[in-house]
Each structure stands twice: as structure tokens, then as C-alpha cells.
């Protein structure tokens, strides 16, 4: 039976929380706990999983669903499953020059377009015929990959490494040596900015191509994004939550946080992934294609 979304229990004050997060989430969490001037404490952990089963805290969030030992674990410690939830994602988009005709691009060649070499390496763009072309000048904005681990990985250079990408202030900028140089590719942090550019689908290593939309973000499928995905320590048999989980859990349910995840470079969810937490926490029956339950 579905419950109340936000039925707090009428009993004393609950005490404040702790939310473990991936250290390049501590920002982006401080500032929707600040927002909001919550008593919780946002702390940075390395092993999500294991700071919410053995340090008992109430809620975390990762980069990546548990293992099945991990929700084991869990299960043995504490007699139940962690609920999870949707939380968020980050997205780097791949943006071409509109006048490119090209409409893919592998990982392996944005790796080497943006990447770090000893000695220079021109990469060039390739015709219908597959001939080599005018030589890709890459773009990017400088810092904006801060919270975005992974992306950043392969363009962080080490000492006597060097990267050809040429860095701009800001979106504006990009947009403008975007649209200004016909060899131009740049990566950028997903926005809703970028819906009238040229954004190339990208390649995975088994030669599958994904364009960047919510179902491919969140499926997984798009090789340039990581899910987040919000773990909760809920009893099953307990209806209501605490003002702590209400918060959390109301950032799951609603677009209402969505000025700050897109100021920190991450997605809200589409609608799909709002209902799948809504009967994941019980607030609605789960329903099939053709009305059965």
C-alpha cells in the first residue's frame, strides 16, 4: 500500500544526519544542504557502500550501484536492503562546428584528440569516404571538469605531457570558437544551452553509438556519463520519514533542485526516473504496459 510522501513522525526532533557522497559530489551536496539550512552533515568517503553498512549512516550517494556482496553486506548487518534511488548524472557532450557532416565520434579518437602526448599529434576529421581532412582543433572550458572524475582522467596531463586543447573562459566563448572554426571539436558539460548545436553522438568501444539524451544518460548506455545513484538505510516496516530523508528523497522526486545541479554541471531527472523512485520508495503501485500491476 502506497504511503504519504512526507509524513514525518510526530515524535521528537530527529537527531542531524550524516550523507556519505564521492568526494567530487561534496560541493554540489553542501550547497543544496546550505540552500536549505538543514542540520546534516555532508561527508566525503571513498567507499560509499561500506560508510553507510559499517558507520551505520542513514544516507549516501555514488557513482555507481552496489555490488551484489555490497547489498549483502548490508542485508546482514542491518536484516534489509538499502533503497535506491536516481539521484542525478553527469554528461559531457562532444560539440562540432554546424557545417560538419560527421555524426559520431568514437572514445578511442576523443582520447587522442583530447589527450595527453609526449609529441604532437594532429588529428583530422574524415569525409563520407572515409579520407582524412581538415585537422580537428579542439576546445574546452577551462576548470569546468572539477566534479566530473572520470572525463577528467583522460585529459589531466602528467609532467612532460601535453594536451593540444585550446581552453576558453566560458560557455559563451566555446560556443563562439565552436561556431567560429569549421575544424573545431570541443567537450563541455551537458546543458540545455547546447540544444541548437551540433552535438556528435559518441562511440563505445564495441562500436555501438549513443546520442546524449535522459534514457541513454540514465540506461547507461552514453560512454560519456556517469549515474549517480542515492542509497537510503529505510526499515521497510517504518512509514514516514525524518526531515533529513525528506529532503534527500524530495531531490529525487522533482525538478525543484534544478537550477543548482545545472550550475554544478549535472542533470535532473526526467519523469521516468521520478516515477521508478516514487515506487521504489512505495508512493505509487507499480503499473505495466496494459494495466496490469
Known amino acids: 500500500m502506497a504511503v504519504s510522501p512526507f509524513a514525518l513522525a510526530d515524535q521528537q526532533m530527529t537527531p542531524p544526519s550524516i550523507v556519505a557522497v564521492e568526494h567530487n559530489l561534496v560541493p554540489l551536496m553542501q550547497a543544496l544542504v546550505d540552500a536549505k539550512q538543514l542540520d ?3 561527508k566525503g568517503s571513498a567507499d560509499v557502500p561500506y560508510s553507510i553498512t559499517n558507520n551505520k549512516l542513514a544516507m549516501g550517494i555514488s557513482s555507481r550501484k552496489w555490488k551484489d556482496r555490497e547489498v549483502a553486506k548490508f542485508v546482514q548487518v542491518h536484516g534489509y536492503k538499502p533503497t535506491e534511488l536516481f539521484f542525478t548524472a553527469d554528461v559531457i557532450a562532444i560539440v562540432a562546428n554546424k557545417s560538419n557532416q560527421t555524426q559520431s565520434i568514437s572514445v578511442a579518437e576523443l582520447k587522442r584528440v583530447f589527450g595527453c602526448h ?23 572550458i577551462d576548470n569546468q571538469l572539477v566534479m566530473h572524475k ?3 582522467s583522460w585529459v589531466t596531463c602528467r609532467d612532460n605531457e601535453y594536451a593540444a586543447t585550446h581552453f576558453v573562459a566560458d560557455k559563451p566563448t566555446f560556443l ?16 540545455d544551452e547546447l540544444k541548437d548545436t551540433n552535438i556528435l553522438k559518441v562511440t563505445n568501444r564495441f562500436g555501438e553509438s549513443y546520442d546524449v539524451n535522459k534514457e541513454t544518460i540514465l540506461s547507461g548506455r552514453y560512454p560519456l556519463a556517469s549515474v549517480y545513484y542515492m542509497y537510503l538505510n529505510l526499515p521497510p516496516n517504518r512509514e514516514y520519514f525524518n526531515e533529513q530523508e525528506e529532503f534527500f528523497i524530495g531531490l529525487t522526486l522533482s525538478e525543484e533542485q534544478k537550477p543548482v545541479l545545472n550550475r554544478y554541471g549535472f542533470i535532473s531527472l526526467p519523469p521516468e526516473a521520478i516515477q521508478r523512485n516514487r515506487i521504489r520508495l ?5 503499473m505495466i504496459e496494459g494495466g496490469y500491476k
Open 150 to 152: 572520470e572525463f577528467s
Open 176 to 191: 563562439s570558437e565552436i561556431s567560429g572554426e569549421k575544424g573545431a571539436l570541443g567537450y563541455t558539460v551537458y546543458s
Open 40 to 42: 546534516i552533515t555532508v
Open 282 to 286: 512505495r508512493l505509487d503501485e507499480p
Open 118 to 140: 609526449s609529441q604532437p599529434d594532429v588529428v583530422r576529421w574524415t569525409d563520407g569516404n572515409g579520407q582524412s581532412t581538415i585537422p580537428m582543433v579542439p576546445f574546452a
